[in-house]
């Protein structure tokens, strides 16, 4: 069965520092998605991706974030210089488009920021 | 705004029981109810979900009711096994656009007893 990959699994960084969290959605889908969970809290919607552009963000993706499919099969999420209030899994997930509003989570990234 | 509450945030019901989860949500506009599953280390994964046109929906030992006058939707489990022990976190989407955003509540910690 398809699915949506993250790389890396783990990420430590340090405070200040720019870090990527790279996301393969699934072959055939079209629309894209982060989100991120503070440890112990719910998992909240940041950025949504659709024909290479942002489709909604919410208050959480300022402008130290950006998202970018540099070709074909990546999907990627950049923070320009991570704060300590940064660290949590980061979940990438994609959705086929037409009816079908079903979005496919992938394993996540953890970030660590020190 | 948009918003999800979820209860229990913890439940605990012995093996063969049945468990329940309800959430209301604040969003009129939403018309699509998901529910995840999300075990240790994993990103969440669809378990079943149901769409405002709908009022019930049952696969096997799960069923999920959706009120939309009281905007109210809950997520049954019928003869619960060990493997059903995870965090559930019921959703509410818009759904009119595939680019959507999913608005998640705060997770139940299913605990099944041997």
């Known amino acids: 069965e398809p699915e949506v990959t993250q790389t890396p699994s783990h990420q430590v960084t340090q405070m200040g520092q720019e870090v990527i969290l790279r996301c393969v959605p699934i072959?055939?889908?079209?629309?894209f998605y982060w989100y991120r969970q503070i440890l112990g809290q719910k998992v909240e919607f940041l950025v949504s991706f659709y024909n290479n552009e942002i489709s909604e963000k919410s208050e959480i993706f300022d402008d130290q974030f950006s998202v970018e499919r540099p070709d074909g099969s990546n999907f990627t999420l950049k923070i320009r210089s991570t704060k300590l209030e940064d660290s949590a899994m980061y979940f990438c997930?994609?959705?086929?488009?037409?009816?079908?509003?079903?979005?496919?989570f992938g394993p996540g990234t953890r970030l660590t920021v020190t | 705004g948009e918003n999800v509450e979820q209860h229990p945030s913890t439940l605990s019901v012995q093996e063969g029981d049945s468990a329940v989860i309800k959430c209301t949500y604040s969003?009129?506009?939403?018309?699509?109810f998901p529910w995840y599953k999300q075990e240790l280390g994993k990103g969440p994964q669809l378990i079943i979900d149901i769409r405002s046109n709908v009022g019930e929906k049952k696969d096997q030992r799960i069923a999920v009711t959706l009120n939309k006058t009281a905007k109210h939707f809950s997520l049954h489990i019928t003869e619960t096994q060990p493997e059903d022990s995870a965090v559930y976190f019921c959703?509410?989407?818009?759904?009119?656009?595939?680019?959507?955003?999913?608005?998640f509540g705060s997770g139940t910690r299913l605990s099944i007893r041997p």
């Open positions: 959703a509410a989407s818009r759904g009119y656009s595939s680019a959507s955003k999913i608005i």
């Open positions: 072959s055939n889908h079209l629309y």
């Open positions: 997930a994609s959705s086929e488009g037409s009816l079908d509003y079903e979005q496919y």
């Open positions: 969003d009129s506009a939403s018309n699509y």
